[in-house]
């Protein structure tokens, strides 16, 4: 694997990048791969009315920009109020060769970087996740790198699992940043 990333915005003229990459749809079970190109059609949608959807964003070789290794971006969550104090992380994933290798935790890192940059108002960024056992390392990584459990697990219309949330506070780096990887954007 090369040491290095690089991160293409997705633009709704390219279309949904679960039907343009397939090996998108070997991130998750399919159930949530269908939640993930659902939202990302919802925010292209919104986007087209001029609502700011924030950023997906696929992860790629910077050598070949046509081979994706996997998808992630953030997203603006106002409160009820409409007040920005969160930024939610969309649909992060990397394609199993590229697990396990501290890349996952570079473009994590990335990202939190480039949300507080669009958003500096914001203080929380959060990760929105199935609570499930299934999960459980999932959410082990996530406390890991510096997000803490927030709140109690709640249904959602849209799973027919309970979600928890778990959060970091945006405007720090996370816990292992791409320097103790070795691995940076490019």
Same mark, same amino acid.
């Given at each position: +694997?090369?040491?290095?990333?690089?991160? =293409?915005?997705?633009?709704?003229?390219?279309?949904?990048?679960?039907?343009?990459?397939?090996?998108?749809? $070997?991130? /998750?079970?399919?159930?949530?791969? &269908? &939640?993930?190109?659902?939202?990302?059609?919802?925010?292209? #949608?919104?986007?087209?009315? @001029?609502?700011?959807?924030?950023?997906?964003?696929?992860?790629?070789?910077?050598?070949?920009?046509?081979?994706?290794?996997?998808? $992630? @971006?953030? &997203?603006? /969550?106002?409160?009820?109020? %409409?007040? #920005?104090?969160?930024?939610? #992380?969309?649909? !992060? %994933?990397?394609?199993?060769? !590229?697990?396990?290798?501290?890349?996952?935790?570079?473009? #994590?890192?990335?990202?939190?970087? =480039?949300?507080?940059?669009?958003?500096? +108002?914001?203080?929380?960024?959060?990760?929105?996740?199935?609570?499930?056992?299934?999960?459980?390392? $999932?959410?082990?990584?996530?406390?890991?790198? @510096?997000?803490?459990?927030?709140?109690?697990?709640?249904?959602?219309? /849209?799973?027919?699992?309970?979600?928890?949330?778990?959060?970091?506070?945006?405007?720090?780096?996370?816990?292992?940043?791409?320097?103790?990887? @070795?691995?940076?954007?490019?």
């Amino acid at each position: +694997m090369s040491a290095a990333f690089s991160l =293409r915005a997705v633009e709704p003229e390219d279309g949904n990048p679960f039907e343009r990459y397939p090996q998108l749809q $070997t991130l /998750w079970a399919p159930e949530r791969v &269908l &939640l993930a190109r659902e939202a990302i059609d919802e925010a292209f #949608l919104d986007q087209s009315e @001029g609502i700011d959807c924030g950023t997906v964003f696929l992860v790629v070789d910077p050598d070949k920009a046509d081979e994706v290794w996997g998808i $992630t @971006g953030f &997203l603006p /969550w106002p409160d009820g109020a %409409g007040v #920005l104090q969160r930024v939610g #992380l969309r649909w !992060h %994933g990397l394609v199993v060769e !590229h697990r396990g290798q501290g890349l996952s935790m570079a473009v #994590l890192e990335d990202v939190r970087a =480039r949300a507080h940059a669009r958003y500096p +108002m914001a203080g929380h960024f959060v990760e929105f996740m199935p609570a499930t056992p299934e999960h459980a390392a $999932t959410a082990e990584y996530f406390e890991r790198v @510096g997000f803490l459990r927030w709140g109690e697990p709640e249904r959602v219309e /849209w799973s027919d699992v309970p979600w928890q949330e778990y959060v970091c506070d945006i405007r720090v780096p996370l816990l292992l940043g791409p320097a103790a990887s @070795g691995l940076a954007p490019s």
